[in-house]
């Protein structure tokens, strides 16, 4: 059974820190490309950062570049987000996402975790 589940989210002041966290079980967690996505109340899920399976490719969206740093450790099976400088806007439900490198179409989703930036 694959389980991917968050965590790290809470309430931080604006120009704070967190880290997240996000555990995979029940696959190989070397073959999956993980990525964290965010969703804000009423708005669209987008991607927020990605990381190849190795780890050495990384990507980010605009809004966070500089700000947040996406990492993995797979003998630990967890990716996390470095997330600093934050900002009100980045209050959302942050979510984890494991792609499979080798089957098409597979992937998984966590249940997500709540990040408010707020004074």
């Known amino acids: 059974q694959v389980q991917i589940v968050e965590s790290g989210g809470g309430l931080v002041q604006p120009g704070g820190s967190l880290r997240l966290s996000c555990s995979a079980s029940g696959v190989t967690f070397s073959n999956y490309a993980m990525s964290w996505h965010r969703q804000a109340p009423g708005k669209e899920r987008e991607l927020v950062a990605a990381?190849?399976?190795?780890?050495?490719?990384?990507n980010y969206a605009d809004s966070v570049k500089d700000r947040f740093t996406i990492s993995r450790d797979n003998a630990k099976n967890t990716v996390y987000l470095h997330m600093n400088s934050l900002k009100p806007e980045d209050t959302a439900v942050y979510y984890c996402?494991?792609?499979?490198?080798?089957?098409?179409?597979?992937?998984?989703w966590g249940q997500g975790t709540q990040v408010t930036v707020s004074s």
């Open positions: 996402n494991a792609v499979s490198v080798y089957i098409y179409g597979e992937g998984y």
């Open positions: 990381i190849s399976r190795a780890g050495g490719s990384t």
